[in-house]
């Protein structure tokens, strides 16, 4: 088959295109697909380059989200069979493997998956926006509903909007009644999130995005007399966590599911105490939130947003695209 492979961490440069690589074989309880979409994630650029205390087997292919076919099937699979849409959960929560980082992934005509990770995938669901869903928009989901509990109403204020996890949050925000603030870093981008659902934007390219925020919403006040939002999404870190606690409204709540600019950042506890705010944390995704997605896009509730498809020749295209920020939404690769 052909498939994009790293063989040591490294740069963009170093993928490497194979053209006759190994096809894969299913064992008892597993399946082969033939791959109709991967989508990338940050997390691919981490894998490239490397991650404390984490080690790959190398040679490996990337691409964690993963939708396609049915072609072969293992040994004592029961319930899937040859020709079935599906979508991979891509983590396996009993071995503590994820797809496309310790074993290989679907960056590759074919991928072989443990069968309990499969969810049907209807068929008016395309490929290409089941790949965009469980890395990024079950994260979101997450944290937006299963641990957010957003309230209609609310005003809530989006960093990172126009990536894969941020373009999910604004939807689920507008789904959830709620009055969406979102930062990006261009006015192209702040128009493409505002026609996504986005009451109001901020370009944080221009100067203090927190005073503009303040200057708009007020400031927190001890007691809840003052201004601010109800709810910030942070899953940047680094420089922008203390100024997100400064655009909160008192009992406000600031919810993270990672770090890409850093995980430790300088801490300001101050406003943590005197506004009496939440931090509330929300990892990964379950099987669940994948589901409850899957039937939002089938009833057209929920789009996800796809920035462009690629062929799986251009790979290093695709991740310099997403290495530079040039995308909004999802980048996805198709054989």
């Not at 290409?128 to 937006?144: D, I, K, Q, S, W």
């Not at 925000?173 to 990006?184: D, F, R, T, Y």
């Not at 997100?244 to 990672?258: E, V």
């Not at 920020?325 to 054989?335: F, Q």
Request: a neutral charge; glycine letters at 12%; hydrophobic letters at 45%.
């Amino acid at each position: 088959m052909r498939a994009q492979v790293i063989h040591a961490h490294g740069a963009i440069e170093d993928i490497t295109w194979e053209p006759n690589w190994r096809d894969p074989v299913p064992g008892a309880g597993e399946v082969v697909l033939k791959v109709g979409a991967c989508a990338l994630n940050y997390h691919d650029l981490f894998s490239l380059r490397g991650m404390p205390g984490i080690s790959l087997p190398f040679p490996l292919i990337m691409g964690i989200d993963v939708a396609g076919e049915v072609v072969r099937v293992g040994a004592g699979v029961t319930g899937v069979k040859v020709g079935d849409r599906v979508v991979v959960d891509p983590f396996d929560r009993e071995t503590g493997v994820l797809l496309g980082e310790r074993a290989d992934g679907g960056l590759a005509e074919y991928v072989k998956v443990a069968a309990k990770q499969l969810l049907p995938l209807p068929d008016d669901v395309s490929y290409e926006a089941a790949a965009a869903l469980p890395v990024a928009y079950g994260t979101a989901y997450r944290m937006m509903v299963t641990r957010g509990r957003l309230v209609a109403g609310e005003k809530v204020f989006i960093l990172g909007a126009s990536g894969g996890v941020g373009t999910c949050c604004v939807q689920l925000a507008k789904l959830a009644g709620c009055h969406v603030i979102v930062a990006a870093s261009s006015k192209e981008k702040l128009e493409r999130l505002r026609a996504l659902g986005a009451d109001d934007g901020v370009d944080y390219t221009q100067g203090d995005w927190v005073r503009e925020v303040q200057s708009r919403y007020g400031k927190a006040r001890f007691g809840g007399a003052g201004g601010g939002v109800d709810v910030v999404v942070n899953f940047t870190g680094g420089d922008t966590w203390v100024p997100s606690l400064k655009c909160l409204k008192n009992d406000g709540r600031l919810l993270t599911c990672g770090a890409t600019a850093g995980y430790d950042p300088k801490e300001d506890i101050r406003y943590i105490w005197t506004f009496e705010l939440n931090i509330i944390g929300s990892n990964a995704w379950t099987r669940d939130d994948v589901a409850s997605l899957i039937e939002l896009v089938r009833q057209r509730k929920l789009v996800p947003v796809v920035d462009r498809v690629l062929p799986l020749e251009q790979a290093r295209e695709a991740f310099r695209l997403l290495d530079e920020r040039k995308v909004v939404g999802k980048l996805v690769l198709k054989p």
